[in-house]
């Protein structure tokens, strides 16, 4: 579990609160299933890398267990976020995306 997430008291599943979003997608490089990775910045950035490509975007908090990113030119997407917890400590985060349902499990680096 990154340092900066000690804090929190949450349970596998549970959504991710507005004010605990920030820390929780700039806690760390989350990594995923296919061994893609994805970083946020504080500023309002994202960096996603596949397969050695990297992907500039942007992200914004919606509300508690919902933020949005933009990827240029034109690709705008919702996605529902909540925690991973194994053994009492925060492992990932878990994505599904509005609409479609997709889900992204990522875990931090």
Same mark, same amino acid.
Request: charged fraction near 25%; hydrophobic fraction near 35%.
């Given at each position: 579990m990154p340092?900066?997430?000690?804090h929190l008291k949450v349970a596998n599943?549970? $959504? #991710?609160?507005a004010k605990d979003m920030q820390d929780a997608l700039t806690?760390?490089? $989350? #990594?995923?299933?296919?061994s893609a990775s994805q970083t946020f910045t504080t500023d309002g950035k994202t960096t996603y890398v596949e397969n050695g490509r990297s992907t500039r975007g942007e992200w914004s908090i919606v509300r508690d267990g919902e933020f949005s990113s933009f990827w240029?030119?034109?690709y705008h997407a919702t996605y529902s976020l909540s925690w991973i917890v194994e053994d009492g400590a925060i492992r990932g985060l878990s994505f599904t995306q509005a609409g479609r349902g997709e889900r992204f499990d990522g875990r931090y680096a």
């Amino acid at each position: 579990m990154p340092d900066s997430l000690h804090h929190l008291k949450v349970a596998n599943g549970d $959504l #991710v609160l507005a004010k605990d979003m920030q820390d929780a997608l700039t806690a760390a490089t $989350l #990594v995923f299933d296919d061994s893609a990775s994805q970083t946020f910045t504080t500023d309002g950035k994202t960096t996603y890398v596949e397969n050695g490509r990297s992907t500039r975007g942007e992200w914004s908090i919606v509300r508690d267990g919902e933020f949005s990113s933009f990827w240029p030119p034109d690709y705008h997407a919702t996605y529902s976020l909540s925690w991973i917890v194994e053994d009492g400590a925060i492992r990932g985060l878990s994505f599904t995306q509005a609409g479609r349902g997709e889900r992204f499990d990522g875990r931090y680096a």
